[in-house]
Structures are given as C-alpha cells and as structure tokens.
C-alpha cells in the first residue's frame, strides 16, 4: 500500500485539482527584460558559461541576470543552423510545421517543439508525453524555433514572438481554476492513512481517493460561507468549519460514495483552525476558544470561553492555542478549567503555529512577524530580517525540520543547523522563484506523504516537491567586475601598471589617503542567479573568510597600509562552491615617515645624540650636568614614543634579559647570585691630572681610555655595570652565571694593564704624563638588579662589590689587587704575590694579593698578560659543561 501511494502521489496534482489549469516553473525574458528582439531564432553556451542569444534584433549574450548586446561581427559560438548540443535533432519540414527536437543527456527525455509548444517525453519513442509547455501554462508563445540544455540542466526554448524560456523543473507546480470560482484555497486535509486529499476552495471542494485515483468534487455556498478547516479520524468521520460553525461532511467513506454536507453539531462561533491527534480527538480553534470533538462525535468546550483561538499546534501531552493575548497550553485529557499562558504577545494576534522536533515553538503574528519561543526565551525575525511582510499567514516544517513561512507577499524557507538552534539562512520564494501565488491563505497548507509541501494561495495552490529541484553540478563562475574607489570611478593610471581587459587596474598601489575601495563581483548561475550566494575575505586584514552573503559587492575603508589580496567565492543555488576564488592583489604604501628608512635613520640620529649627551653628563660641572638632564629628559620622552627606538635604547642600558623582564611586567625583579667577581679599576692622582685639561679633553681621554675597556668586556663576556667619574666598575657571572666568572675578570684586569700601558706609552711620546691605574677585584654573592623609576640602571650590590672596590682603593698603580675569594678560582692559571693582611675599612683584615702574570703554560706573550689558545680552549670546556 506504501508503494502504491508513493508512486500515485505525484499524479495527485492531477487528480486533486484536475479542473484547474496547471502552471509550469517557466520564466518568460522578453524585449523589456533587455532581449533584442521578441523572436529567438538559436541559442548557444561558450566555454565560460554565458548564454548566447540570437534573435531578430541582434546576438546578445546573457548571464542569468542581465542581457548584454554583442557588437555585429563578433562570432556566435556555434553556427546558426546548429546552435543545439549535439544530441538535438534539427528541426524537420513536414509542410505543415516544423518541429525541433531534443534529447536530454542528464534526464534522457524527449522534447518536441512546434508550432502549437512543447512536449516531454519520458523517452524518444514514448506514446504519451508526460507533459506539455504551451502559452496558457507559462510559454511566452506556442510558436517554439529552438531548444537547448546547458551545462546545469536547464531547458532553454526559444519562440517565435514569445521571447526566451527558461524552464528549470516541476518541483513547482500551481493549480488554479481558469474562470472558476474556488481559485483561493482555504484550507487543506489529508488522512491519517494518506488514501483522502480534500481542498476547500471558496465556494466548493475538490477531493481524491488514493490509490484508487478516484476524484471529485463539490460545489455551491455552504451554509455559514467558506471552509476554513477540515477536521477528523478517518474517512468516514470528517467535520468542515466555517464562518458558522462544525458541520459533518459525509459520504468520504469509501471511494464509491456521493459526498455531502452534514447536519451542524456545533453552531456558537466561527472556525479558524483545526487539528486531529493520534487518539481520534478533533480540536478546532474557534471565535469562543477552544472545542474538542471525541470519537464518538461528542463535542466539549475545552477553557475559557472569553478569548478567541485563532491557532494551534501539538506539543508533548498539551495543545498549544494562539489567540490575539498570546499563547497558551491545555492538556490534551481536557482535564483543565482554565488554560495555562505562556508566551504573552501584547497586542500581536497570533495567526498560526508550529512546534518542531527540538520543541521550538514557532509562532506566527497578523503584523509583528515570526517569533520562536524557546526554553522562556523569545527571538524576532521581521521585515528588517529579510522578510517580506510581517503579516505571517502560514507556517509549516518539511521533511528535514526547516520551517516554510507564508505572508501575504511571498514564502520564506528558514534553513535551520541540526540541533534547531540557529536560523543559517532565509531564502524567499515569490514570482521570481516560480511561486505565482504569492499571497498565502491563513492555515491552508500541508506536508504530503512524499515530502512535498502544499500551500493554498489567492491564485490557486502550490505543490513544492523537493526531490525535484533541479541540482545544479556546475559551479558559479566567480568574477570581480567593478571596483571604486570612494564610491567614485577614478583614473587608475596614476597607481597602477595599466588596465586590464576587465577594466581593473593592474598591480595597483594606491597612497595610503587612498584607502576606501569598493568591490563589485558576480557569480554566473543559469539555473538560478537569485539563489547565488557569496564569501569574500581580504588577505592581509581577514583571518577567516566572511559569513555567507547574498549581496554582490562589498566595501572596505580605513585600511592600513600593507599588501592586500581581495578573494571571493560563489556558491549556486545548489550548494555547490566554485573551488578557485576570484581575486585582486593591491598595495596600500605607507606615509613617507612611516617607511623603514625613515625610521631607521631618525632611531640612528636619536641614539648617537644620545649617546653623546650620555658621555657628557656625568663630566659636566653641576649647572651644566642639570642642563644635560633636561635634554636627556626631553629626548627620552621622544624616545619612548616609539617602541623600536625605546628597545634598543633599553638593551644599551640593561642586560638582555632584564630588558625582556622590564618590557613584560613594567618591572625587573632583583637577583641574588652565589657566586660573581666584581672589578673596580681608577686612575691613580687623577684629580691633579683633570686641572691640567679642559674638561673636554678630560672626557676624550677618558672615553679613549673606557671604549677600549668597553671592547674588552665584549671579549670577555662580563657586564660593565657604570662608570663614576675616572672609576670604571663591571661584573662578571651577571646576568647570567657563568663558572669561569673569576678568571674573566683577571683575564679582563689583566689586558686592561696592557690597555693602559700602551696608551700611556703614546701620551708619553706626545709630551703628555701618564695615567697609572690601579685595579682590584674581588669574588662572591652580590644581588643584581635595576634600580631608578625613570632612568633606568642595571647595578650590584652587597659585600662583595664594597669589597672589590677596598681592593682597587687599596692596591698599587699597574697592578691587579685580589682577594683570596678571587685567589681560589685562579690559584692555577696566573702568578701572584702575596701581600699578606691589609686592613680594610669596616672589614679589618683581608689577605691579598697581586697577580703578576699569567703562568707561562696559558700565556701567550712575554710578560703573561694574554691568554693563549690552550686557556681559551680550556674556559670554553669549563662554560659549557
């Protein structure tokens, strides 16, 4: 029985409304759509996918949207007397008429068109055809001159004075009555069974028994005016409700019977809508609220009496009733006295509802739109939404859950995720997606047992079969065709390399003031151009491609300088996406100061004057040295307003990894070391030395002096810590321990002796007196850190660096005092002098000693001051244990 009734179903169009005239999916583009002429006389594809056109007034080339006249001369892509694919058949003379056929590769049916229109065969040598197009069903003209299939599958015939047809599929197909006067359709019914449609019109009803295919009908003025609803178990216990009331429609028992209208069993108020649930109980909305009719025939009123219910919907073990308060629930055993609200809707009349498998209600209003009403949460959708009216007259969920919606100006399909929780996107179906009858009629629509969907309009009904959507395999060819520059047409030339066959600038560069572009691009689509849907993303900018949009063109402002590549994609009216974007690279350049030579050189101008007022400051007598403050002050507040310039100011200053610390938390936190030696170094009289120069002078020996000890920390890997004066300090095993830390530091000690001497031997040959230097050093824990709020310094502290500068106090011009604690790590690399116990400040008694050389096995000159390869070789075992 299932098989019978699914192979029937579709002949139920027919069947059911078989006095109304059918209406096919055909869209009719004429002179006034763009067509050159009225007359198509052949029709071709090229390579691209565009349509070609041949009429009596001119080529044109068409793209599923618009009509574009092709220049004479240009070369139609197939010869004229053959512009078919190569299963058409040319047409033949019987000298009566000429006929031209077609044989369809992706559905193998035969189509034949002549003078009187088009017939489609199920295969060539069929008897009968399974349909036929001619002018009273959609054909511009019966007068047919060509036929043609593009590469999607849609059927393209051209007429004689009737333009170019477009004919897609019979997934959409309307009914209406041509003169007859139950053109609207008001309410709908199908059996439980599925063996019973009936359709109530305005003044009769059309029914079929299935699979018998046994139809009928009636007609004249009911009692109490138009049926609204129609409501029961089974065949032989069906209720009709009008204006007046429930009356019985008997004689559907059996296919044999003679319909007629029944006695009234109810007779207090209209009917608006009704249901039947899984038990055989009818349920009707009516102007006095709600009434039930039992099995047995029985009827009760369910509720208040006080409010009008104008809509209902099943819900678990409740029906739910929408009324013009809001909506409410009542339990299906008719158990409640009063109904039980849920959904307050103020001044919004509910107008129909439905309820989903995921319990979502959705409800229809007369003038506020569609609302779901959700776990006690509501969500809107309106005009503003892309509906197109708020005055919502039907609502129905298909076979996969999605939710149809019909206004007075057209239907909607709101395309919903798994779970029923997001709306992904709303498609509207009107004129234009073959939906003639645009203006639903309140609660006439139904789900069919195949999974069609039925809708009553003012123009008749509408059968929507999904399974017979055309699936389009090819997908939107993607093209940028405009761009604007603030929304302006502008001489590209200036900025680009030169301008492209497409009218788009080529290796366009725009300055940056030139940062506001406008994007225009289209998807070629022939089966349906309205259906074609977009994503675009602009590299250089967009992480992730944008949500899926319908308009074809988008606008960026604002953008930075940089390297941008506009892409967009394409999706048909099938899903399918085209798999290359389209795309468009350009450049937006950087204002001249923010280019990197710019930059660079202002970081390298900013730093060397730095520097030199750095070097400056602390020779400077006390006027001159709170001078220099206030421009170091004022270059620094420059300095921090670029993040480049301020880093490298900073690893100037502070050691790597406090400079990394510092930029992370706004702060550098102290350490303590276990383990460091620290050197002190001064030149011995220099206060008697500085009153014979000029303090310039003063600060140039003294630089020549500390940037060759500067060159030797380098080589030495020990931190200079500051210079006080003629006082030269560093660190070695800061900022990063380091198990050679004491024989770097009398390495270092050591090359600063030779250093010295060799440049005091230069000052002696110029006439000038020499500067002896005394240098001390000691080892052991300290704590290291910056100190300072706005002028930041990397300092020690603690009894080892006090200790170290005893040693330089204490020792001896060209030599290099130590303590013990230095004395242990390097006893066995260099040879010292004992000077037995000196008595330090505050500390008493410290042994130490002069280190005199090197020991001749590590020494790689005559007087041991330089490490020879074996002793390097030998630190550089000892670090990287």
């Known amino acids: 029985m299932l098989f019978l009734r699914t192979i029937a179903l579709p002949c139920l169009c027919l069947l059911v409304l078989r006095a109304m005239a059918q209406q096919y999916d055909i869209r009719v583009f004429g002179v006034e759509d763009g067509l050159p002429g009225s007359t198509v006389t052949a029709i071709a594809q090229d390579s691209t996918g565009f349509l070609w056109v041949r009429t009596d007034g001119g080529d044109c080339r068409f793209d599923g949207r618009n009509f574009r ?226 099995p047995t025939s029985e009827w009760l009123h369910v509720g208040q009496d006080t409010l009008a219910a104008c809509a209902l919907a099943f819900h678990g073990d409740s029906i739910l009733i929408g009324t013009h308060q809001g909506l409410y629930a009542a339990p299906l055993d008719n158990s409640a006295a009063n109904w039980t609200p849920i959904f307050h809707a103020g001044k919004e009349d509910i107008t129909c509802l439905a309820v989903d498998r995921a319990d979502n209600v959705w409800i229809g209003t007369a003038d506020a739109g569609v609302v779901r009403y959700r776990n ?62 645009i203006e639903a009629m309140p609660n006439a629509c139904m789900l069919d047992a195949d999974s069609s969907l039925w809708f009553g309009t003012t123009r008749g009904t509408i059968r929507f079969d999904p399974r017979k959507v055309l699936m389009d395999p090819v997908p939107p060819r993607t093209r940028i065709i405009d761009l604007t520059l603030f929304f302006e047409h502008p001489d590209w030339t200036p900025w680009c390399d030169s301008i492209g066959r497409d009218g788009l600038p080529i290796a366009l560069r725009l ?23 977009f994503q675009y993303k602009l590299d250089g900018r967009d992480a992730d491609w944008s949500p899926i949009i319908r308009e074809d063109q988008v606008t960026f402002s604002g953008l930075e300088p940089g390297e941008y590549t506009f892409l967009v994609k ?36 900013l730093l060397l004057g730095f520097i030199g007022v750095q070097r400056l400051r602390d020779r400077r007598q006390r006027k001159a040295r709170e001078r220099l403050e206030r421009i170091v002050a004022t270059r620094t507040q420059e300095l921090t307003e670029e993040k480049h310039r301020s880093d490298t100011l900073l690893l100037n200053i502070l050691p790597e990894t406090t400079a990394a610390e510092l930029k992370e938390r706004g702060s550098a936190q102290a350490r303590s070391y276990a383990d460091c030696t620290v050197l002190f170094s001064d030149f011995q009289g220099f206060t008697v030395l500085s009153e014979r120069y000029e303090a310039t002078g003063i600060v140039t020996e003294l630089d020549r002096f500390f940037r060759a000890f500067d060159r030797i920390t380098d080589k030495y890997g020990t931190e200079k810590i500051k210079t006080i004066g003629d006082a030269y300090m560093c660190a070695s095993g800061v900022p990063e321990p380091s198990p050679t830390h004491a024989l770097d530091a009398v390495l270092m000690a050591l090359e600063m002796l030779n250093v010295v001497d060799h440049i005091n031997a230069q000052r002696i040959s110029e006439g000038d007196p020499a500067w002896p230097i005394r240098i001390g050093l000691n080892s052991g824990p300290l704590i290291a850190g910056v100190v300072g709020e ?32 230095v004395m242990r790590h390097v006893e066995a690399y260099v040879i010292s002098e004992a000077r037995g116990k000196v008595n330090i400040k505050g500390k008493g008694e410290v042994e130490s000693w002069f280190i005199d050389r090197l020991r001749p096995e590590f020494s790689a000159d005559e007087r041991g001051r330089t490490a020879n390869t074996e002793l390097m070789d030998l630190r550089q075992r000892i670090r990287v244990r």
């Open 376 to 437: 006690g949460t509501t969500q809107r959708w309106t005009k503003e939404s892309g509906l197109a009216s708020d005055r919502i007259r039907q609502l129905l969920l298909d076979a996969y859950q999605n939710l149809w919606v019909g206004t007075d100006r057209g239907f909607h399909l709101f395309e919903l995720d798994e779970l029923q929780e997001q709306v992904i996107d709303i498609t509207s179906y009107g004129t234009a997606e073959s939906f003639p009858g």
């Open 69 to 294: 006249d092709v220049p004479l001369g240009s070369s139609f892509p197939i010869p004229t007397p053959l512009a078919m694919p190569p299963t058409a058949i040319p047409g033949v003379d019987d000298g009566l008429r000429t006929t031209c056929t077609l044989v369809s590769p992706r559905t193998n049916r035969y189509w034949q068109g002549t003078e009187t229109g088009v017939q489609v065969f199920p295969q060539r040598k069929a008897p009968e055809p399974l349909f036929k197009l001619y002018w009273g069903n959609g054909l511009g003209s019966n007068d047919i001159t060509c036929l043609f299939e593009d590469s999607s599958g849609v059927m393209w015939i051209g007429t004689r004075q009737g333009g170019l047809n477009r004919y897609i599929s019979d997934a959409v197909l309307q009914f209406g009555r041509e003169g007859g006067s139950y053109a609207k359709v008001m309410s709908m019914y199908r059996s439980a069974a599925g063996d019973l449609r009936i359709m109530a019109g305005e003044n009769g009803i059309a029914y079929a028994h299935l699979p018998a295919g046994i139809t009928g009908s009636m007609e004249g003025l009911w009692p109490g005016g138009t049926i609204r609803a129609i409501m029961g178990p089974g065949k032989k216990q069906l209720y009709a409700g009008n204006d007046e009331g429930i009356f019985h429609l008997e004689g559907f028992g059996s296919p044999h019977e003679n319909p007629s209208i029944g006695p009234f069993i109810y007779q207090e108020a209209p009917v608006f809508a009704a249901l039947t649930d899984v038990r055989g109980s009818s349920w009707a909305a009516t102007g006095k609220g709600l009434i039930t009719i039992a």
């Open 511 to 533: 300055p940056h003031a030139k940062n506001h572009l406008t994007f225009s691009f289209s998807g070629l689509s022939l089966a349906y151009p309205e259906k074609v849907r």
């Open 790 to 821: 706005k002028k930041f310094a990397y300092d020690v502290w603690g009894d080892t660096v006090n200790l170290a500068s005893r040693m330089e106090s204490n020792g001896a011009p060209g030599r290099v005092n130590v303590t013990g604690n």
């Open 570 to 605: 394409a999706r048909n009216g099938s899903g399918v996406w085209n798999d290359e974007p389209a795309r468009f690279a350009f450049v937006i350049t950087p204002p001249f100061w923010a280019t990197t030579p710019f930059r660079a050189t202002g970081a390298a101008v």
